[in-house]
């Protein structure tokens, strides 16, 4: 059973506009949520992080928004760029096996010129 | 430049051959972790090692086998064992701080026919 949901396949917007990424989450003792960015035969890159004392964390374009209520959380990509297309994975540390991470099975970004 | 460097970037094998994926970082990181990443799947953990002569299985260890005979150096073997041997695989390594990201390799793509 899957417990880091990332619903939306693949995703596209028009450059200049914002990209929202989705990612739920199962299990409610998961506290700290990363989001790496991924281009085709590359390692994933690290992008930005929250943990669950915060709602919100910001760096440059990219917002995490985190709603523990809901066990949802979201990236923003705002503005988009083309540089932004990749595939993007949202991870859950999970403390029960030693802090190892649980990805999501990713989403596509692709931005328009 | 520090980094994590996966040799070779492709690699062909016969079914039924044991093959060997080199993963070496640079970066003085304690832990090391192997993942593999197939189509439409998100990443999941094969094996990782959070010091060195110490490893651990993951959540798909079946077919492969580690050693971490030294802190820079974490070879992964697919054995004739693992089923489905054909995928992406991605090195990974952290420090052994709580929530720190992992820095991931740029991957072997292996084909097994």
């Known amino acids: 059973d899957q417990q880091v949901k990332q619903n939306s396949p693949s995703l596209s917007v028009q450059e200049g506009r914002i990209s929202i990424l989705n990612c739920d989450y199962t299990?409610?003792?998961?506290?700290?949520f990363l989001w790496y960015k991924k281009y085709p035969a590359e390692g994933p890159t690290f992008l930005i992080s929250?943990?669950?004392?915060?709602d919100k964390n910001e760096d440059g374009r990219f917002t995490v928004f985190l709603n523990k209520s809901a066990k949802h959380l979201s990236l923003h990509i705002v503005p988009s760029q083309p540089g932004d297309s990749a595939v993007y994975f949202c991870?859950?540390?999970?403390?029960?096996?030693?802090?190892?991470?649980?990805f999501g099975k990713g989403t596509k970004l692709s931005v328009k010129p | 430049d520090g980094g994590i460097t996966q040799s070779p970037k492709y690699l062909f094998r016969k079914e039924g051959q044991n093959v060997t994926l080199s993963c070496e970082q640079n970066?003085?990181?304690?832990?090391m972790y192997w993942y593999r990443q197939d189509p439409g799947q998100g990443l999941r953990l094969i094996y990782y090692?959070?010091?060195?002569?110490?490893?651990q299985k993951g959540d798909i260890a079946e077919g492969y086998s580690v050693s971490r005979e030294k802190k820079e150096s974490f070879p992964l073997t697919v054995t004739s064992a693992q089923k489905n041997p054909t995928a992406f695989y991605l090195c990974?390594?952290?420090?052994?701080?709580?929530?720190?990201?992992?820095?991931f390799g740029n991957g072997t793509r292996l084909t097994v026919t």
């Open positions: 991870a859950a540390v999970d403390w029960r096996s030693q802090g190892n991470l649980i």
């Open positions: 299990n409610s003792m998961f506290d700290y």
């Open positions: 990974a390594s952290s420090i052994r701080e709580i929530n720190s990201p992992l820095h």
């Open positions: 929250i943990s669950s004392i915060k």
């Open positions: 970066l003085n990181h304690d832990a």
């Open positions: 090692s959070q010091i060195v002569n110490d490893f």
